[in-house]
């Protein structure tokens, strides 16, 4: 009987002392609010271009955060100005977010200060990344070898077909020469089909990607993305209602045990230590 009686006025000590500053429990945090969402407004404001991107290598995301990338952006927006190229990469890079999906799409998000400077950033990154596709020089010196070879081959096959197709049908399926032993219309034909790909194909492995893989274009933001005010103020409010309540419940008790001679001194001692004039009898 003797602990529920204690337990009893424990709590209603509590629902007291939260009565007796109900006041300050409320418009403290509502204050607090207030001010944080005002803080927020004066707070630098950050926008996301986005953009969708088709017909990309699974390695494309990480590449959009290559010095490949990087470094021509970089230097179109001056961004290593007073500061190291390492430091550039990483401050551009930050600003970066490029995923693959599953549906083999690359998504791009690009932040800056400004709508218009992060739809002109992820511009020029996309610009960049297209242009890091095409092959190098001892890759496109290959690649035009190839095309050559491919070609000349297309045309010896076209020939080799209009001399067998003006001998007349009795020889479309029979060898043409002894050199030639086992060549038919239908070899042929899957020969062509083959150096035809080829010429259609390396040429655009010259260029690399275009712009056609772009299939949204970066977007110009309407709305910022940072700082979350309204989450910042509801965060404020919640941290200072909290603290205001720990701060009642303490000076509450300190209050109370002034009337214990132990604790007092105690007391006494607390404040000494941290330079406060003893409290006067």
Known sequence: ???????????????????????????????????????????????TSQAILASAPAQAAPMMTSPLVLDPVIKILNFADGISIEAARAKLAGQIKAVMGKDALLRLDVTAKTPIEAQKNANLIIDAYLKSTAPGELDRADLEKRLGYAKSSLESVRKLIERITSDGPGLLNKPITLAEAGTSVVALGELQARYQGEVMSIPRALMGLSRDAVIQPPTLPTEAVAPKKSLIAILSVLASGFSLLMWVFVRKAWVNTQNDPVVAVKQARVRAALGFKSASK
Request: glycine share 8%; hydrophobic share 60%.
């Open 1 to 47: 009987m003797e602990n529920n009686e204690q337990v009893g006025v424990s709590v209603l000590d509590l629902l007291l002392v939260v009565a007796e500053n109900l006041k300050l429990l409320v418009l403290g945090p509502l204050v607090v609010g207030v001010l944080a969402l005002l803080a927020g407004f004066a707070l630098p404001q950050s926008f």
